[in-house]
């Protein structure tokens, strides 16, 4: 069945993350984005750009109430403490790996206190580590595909309450690509939120992660 013109402008809509955020604040000039839409669409021909700014302004609508919702993220997010960590390193492994070294390597890390993250992927594993213990990986001689250094580690320290609120990852993953800033690595445990990203990038991550 042939989708409408309110289905077709809401998809493109959500489709593109920019626009919506811009929708979302009412920073956008309907008539434009009317023309626009139906350009890219190819659907000039078939409706009219008031059909498709009516369906937009009805979005725009709904996407309103996400608002209040996202002040109630950054009310969570300005209770986290931040934990900052550079000179990190990123090894992607080969998925055929000695546990016994992994599990060494491991524990003279920890016991130096140190960044020790292993995450297993459908092809490989990606081990995430301070470089200076990138001499402990090539001691156990770890069949390495790829190393990425110069890195940061930012680790969100949030309370409990994160569990049961959608959207907070969501959110913050948006303000990164906003803000131009690349996630090389990303993972979560219960309240600490990790991202992993280029070592020059840290101080424009601090500025749009203040809440």
Request: with cysteine.
């Amino acid at each position: 069945m042939e989708k409408t013109t309110t289905e077709l402008t809401t998809e493109y809509i959500k489709g593109h993350p920019y626009i919506k955020s811009c929708l979302k604040k009412g920073l956008i000039n309907y008539s434009s984005l009317a023309r626009l839409i139906a350009k890219d669409l190819d659907i000039e021909k078939k409706t009219s750009k008031e059909a498709i700014l009516i369906a937009a302004r009805r979005l725009q609508e709904k996407l309103k109430k996400e608002i209040s919702y996202e002040e109630k993220i950054r009310s969570l997010l300005a209770k986290s403490e931040i934990e900052i960590k550079n000179k990190i390193v990123v090894f992607i492994l080969e998925k055929a790996l000695n546990f016994d070294h992994i599990d060494e390597l491991q524990k003279q890390i920890r016991s130096d206190y140190g960044v020790f993250y292993l995450l297993e992927g459908s092809a490989n594993y990606t081990l995430i580590t301070q470089e200076k213990y990138s001499g402990l990986v090539g001691k156990y001689r770890l069949k390495i595909i790829k190393t990425t250094k110069n890195l940061a580690l930012i680790n969100f320290k949030s309370q409990k309450e994160i569990e049961q609120m959608f959207g907070v990852v969501s959110y913050l993953t948006a303000l990164f690509a906003e803000n131009g800033v690349n996630i090389i690595e990303f993972l979560s445990c219960w309240t600490d939120t990790l991202f992993v990203i280029a070592a020059e990038d840290v101080n424009n991550a601090l500025g749009f992660l203040k809440f």
